[in-house]
């Protein structure tokens, strides 16, 4: 019977739909399983020890004892941002500086790397080799961006704040780089004894201080335990700690997200499949049902039948999951090669649970949504043979599709690795269908009470709509599901087409052309009107030097702040460092009041919050806030809140205040404004005159960030080739589930004399009806998708688009239109007496 119906093309809709679910789950779980082990056998390596201790601060001498006290190795890192510039010029007296850029600077203990090795090289082009020890004196090590950006070489001279170093080598490798925000600059590393003679470290610096530590599990257990005791006990601000667990946080967190974002696609593939084999399945039943009631009249049981489809189906089932399998192995070296540098570490073979997985999760899709439409099968009376109707088989296996859908339900929890995320993925696709059947259904019964009604039959004339409206109300329920699946697979293409064109544009449109793409900050109070003359002087209009004092929140209407009382990650980070505050009397030109009034002049301390810090603390208007700066307290209400636009790049602040309540405060300035390309040398003789100042070109940054971005897009493309694949499938799976009902109908209305114009009129007409009513659910489901992408994944805005649903509504009749007369187009051209004795 499988050969038989396979010959008669009985399988292929449910064989290519599982392939194409275990490919894409696969594919995933291949990329992903290979990650997990690479950073499992790295942990060590991709945090150079096998403990840290990170602050803001420089760290608690009272660790380094207790590391001493346990024999255990240690080391550390000082991490911040700063300018490096070229020295140029052949003899002492005519050498200057020249091409001054942004660099991530890097200081390290002799010790440094506790676990792993860095990699350097002599020159970019050259084999690498395990370095041996530290930059050596007066030498630091850059990175091939950095030489390129400096247009320097190895031996050349560089300026480092008060200090002249020489570059000594290249670095070629280091794991523990992480993926923080000043981590996207060049690096450059040096000697730790050698960092305060450059001057750079003062007030308001931002630097990372990292204690690493290595030794025995044993020891480095005792020592964790030490640190969570003083930093969770004793609620120290501004510490982080990172155990071989948390293996780079950063690489982790960014993997993650990009992992969630490609398992939501592989589960959108899935929900595809799921329909696909649902609807080919009840046309596998509807096709089987007189062959298996004959079956039963020669003496079959019930129990025999049933053995007989479970052993095909399983057939089906493992052949179409292994090769959903093998197209995953290969799929996810796709994945692997657009992911690119976002994978630093060398990985591992995957490890065959994956397939094993892809393949358990195909025959869950493949029993759980075929085995409702296939009872009937199996209960099918032996008078089936003489009356073909049976009136038992549309309602007699609910409790079926209730363990399919919570099967499947499992099934979404554990592709998508966590409850929370399967979870809204599968309430998402329930309620979905619940709502898309639903206003089918009742958009059918409106269409077909107007056609019956005066103006309707003015309106719809001929026999053509009235017929195609009264047959898809007849049929009910399986018009509207069959319009749901259309939908489904319809919002799905037209989400694709979206998230090329519409989303990434629109992330890449998000920044003005004319914003500024130049920051200056850490300059002191007495170099403002240098800094203002210079850049005047250089044609650089309407400089704004705006205060910034530095401080952090301690206390929300008298209560101490504690990280662990909030539960969003970002809200617990961004209490545990410092907040840039800042004054003034006037309110930005670029900020609007949305809550309370602006305070204006006065001398009384109050607040002006932003309003997304606002809802991500759950502050509000007559919420009073205590801050400390260089231990000072200051305690203001909130009198008003204010939304503005960060993507303009102008200077902002979470937090303003009058001048008055931060006066005699330490106080540094910042600046923003827009300097083309080509003007970029403007800043190098800034930069000579004001060392301790540091220029932030966003443009590189901003670069990466959309290299970043567009990896994880390209990614998300090739995995939308899958779920293309599977919309389609949905797409003539719903128009061929109807196929052998539409060809009975045909047939009998040209048995009473309808002409074939007549006919092609009323299918003309149906498939008008069910691809407007699909494309429009489906423009809608589309836009609400593509908004939740947009503002929880791209972090950007996206308008609604008009033309999308004339768009969808095109689509749909087109779709329709198409795949019904590839359907039908034979069956006009036969003999009304043979398409009666086919169906």
Request: aromatic share 8%; glycine share 10%; charged share 20%.
């Amino acid at each position: 019977m499988t050969a038989r119906d396979w010959r008669a093309g009985e399988l292929t809709m449910l064989v290519i739909a599982l392939v194409l679910a275990v490919a894409a789950l696969a594919s995933v779980g291949f990329l992903a399983d290979r990650l997990q082990q690479g950073l499992e056998r790295d942990a060590r390596r991709m945090i150079a020890a096998d403990f840290v201790v990170r602050a803001d601060h420089p760290v608690d001498p009272a660790f380094f004892d207790e590391a001493h006290a346990l024999g255990l190795r240690t080391a550390t890192t000082d991490i911040f941002p700063t300018m490096v510039s070229r020295i140029t010029g052949a003899g002492a007296g005519d050498q200057a500086l020249s091409n001054a850029r942004l660099a991530a600077v890097k200081a390290v203990s002799s010790a440094y790397p506790l676990r792993g090795a860095l990699r350097i090289a002599p020159r970019p082009d050259a084999p690498d080799r395990p370095a041996d020890s530290i930059p050596p004196k007066g030498t630091v090590w850059v990175d091939a961006q950095l030489l390129e950006t400096l247009h320097a070489k190895v031996g050349d001279t560089v300026q480092l704040g008060d200090r002249r170093f020489t570059i000594g080598a290249v670095i070629t490798r280091e794991l523990d780089r992480g993926f923080a925000f000043v981590n996207f600059s060049p690096r450059v590393m040096l000697r730790s004894d050698e960092l305060a003679s450059t001057g750079l470290l003062g007030y308001g610096s931002r630097v990372t201080y990292r204690l690493l530590v290595a030794g025995s599990d044993a020891a480095v257990a005792r020592f964790a335990a030490f640190a969570h005791e003083r930093v969770d006990g004793g609620k120290l601000r501004g510490v982080a700690l990172e155990s071989l667990q948390d293996g780079q946080p950063q690489v982790r967190e960014t993997l993650d997200r990009a992992g969630h974002f490609l398992r939501l696609v592989a589960l959108l593939t899935a929900l595809l499949a799921a329909v696909a084999i649902a609807m080919a399945a009840h046309r596998y039943t509807r096709r089987h049902l007189d062959g298996c009631a004959v079956m039963r009249c020669l003496g079959s049981s019930e129990r025999d039948l049933r053995t007989l489809v479970a052993l095909e189906f399983a057939f089906v089932g493992l052949t179409g999951g292994g090769l959903g399998a093998a197209l995953g192995y290969l799929g996810h070296f796709a994945l692997l090669g657009l992911l690119g540098s976002l994978i630093a570490v060398a990985l591992p073979p995957p490890s065959p649970l994956p397939a094993l997985e892809g393949i358990g999760a195909g025959l869950v899709l493949l029993f759980g949504f075929s085995l409702p439409p296939l009872l009937p099968l199996t209960r099918v009376p032996p008078l089936r043979v003489l009356r073909r109707e049976w009136a038992g088989q549309a309602s007699a296996a609910w409790w079926a599709y209730a363990v399919g859908i919570a099967l499947f339900g499992g099934l979404l929890v554990l592709a998508a690795g966590e409850l929370k995320l399967g979870g809204i993925v599968a309430g998402g696709f329930a309620l979905g269908l619940v709502v898309f059947a639903a206003t089918a259904r009742a958009a059918l019964w409106l269409c077909a009470r107007a056609a019956r009604s005066e103006g309707g039959r003015r309106v719809a004339a001929g026999v053509g709509w009235r017929y195609a409206l009264a047959s898809l109300e007849r049929r009910g329920w399986v018009g509207a599901l069959q319009i749901t699946a259309l939908a489904i697979g319809l919002m799905c293409l037209l989400l694709i087409a979206m998230t090329r064109n519409d989303l990434v544009q629109g992330w890449r449109k998000s920044t003005p052309p004319d914003a500024p793409n130049e920051f200056l900050i850490d300059i002191q109070p007495d170099e403002q009107q240098a800094i203002t003359d210079y850049l005047t002087a250089h044609g650089v209009a309407n400089v704004s030097l705006e205060p910034m004092v530095r401080a952090r929140l301690v206390s929300v209407d008298g209560k101490r702040v504690v990280p662990d009382a909030y539960k969003n990650d970002n809200a617990r980070r961004l209490v545990d460092r410092e907040f840039n505050l800042s004054y003034r009397s006037v309110l930005p030109d670029d900020n609007r009041i949305s809550a309370g009034k602006w305070y204006g002049d006065t001398t009384r301390p109050e607040i002006s919050i932003e309003a997304g810090l606002a809802k991500l603390l759950g502050l509000k208007v007559g919420d009073k806030l205590g801050f400390e700066v260089t231990g000072i307290p200051i305690e203001a209400p909130i009198t008003s809140v204010r939304t503005l636009d960060w993507g303009s790049f102008k200077v902002n602040f979470f937090v303003l205040m009058p001048p008055a309540a931060l006066k005699g405060l330490p106080t540094l300035f910042i600046t923003s404004f827009y300097l083309p390309p080509a003007r970029r040398s403007v800043l190098d003789g800034l930069i000579a005159a004001h060392p301790n100042v540091t220029a932030i070109d966003i443009a590189p940054i901003l670069a990466q960030v959309q290299h970043v971005v567009d990896q994880v897009v390209g990614a998300v493309q090739f995995l939308f080739g899958f779920t293309l694949a599977a919309g389609l499938l949905v797409l003539y799976s719903a128009l061929a589930g109807t196929r052998d009902e539409r060809v009975r109908e045909s047939a009998l209305l040209r048995a009473l004399g309808a002409s074939h114009g007549q006919v092609r009129s009323v299918h003309a007409a149906e498939f008008a009806v069910v691809g407007a009513l699909a494309g429009l659910m489906a423009a809608i489901g589309a836009q609400a998708l593509a908004i939740v992408l947009a503002t929880r994944v791209f972090d950007f805005h996206v308008d609604v688009d008009p033309w999308l649903f004339p768009a969808g509504i095109a689509a749909g009749i087109a779709c329709a239109g198409v795949g019904g007369w590839l359907s039908l187009r034979r069956v006009l051209r036969r003999p009304a007496a043979q398409s009666l004795r086919d169906a």
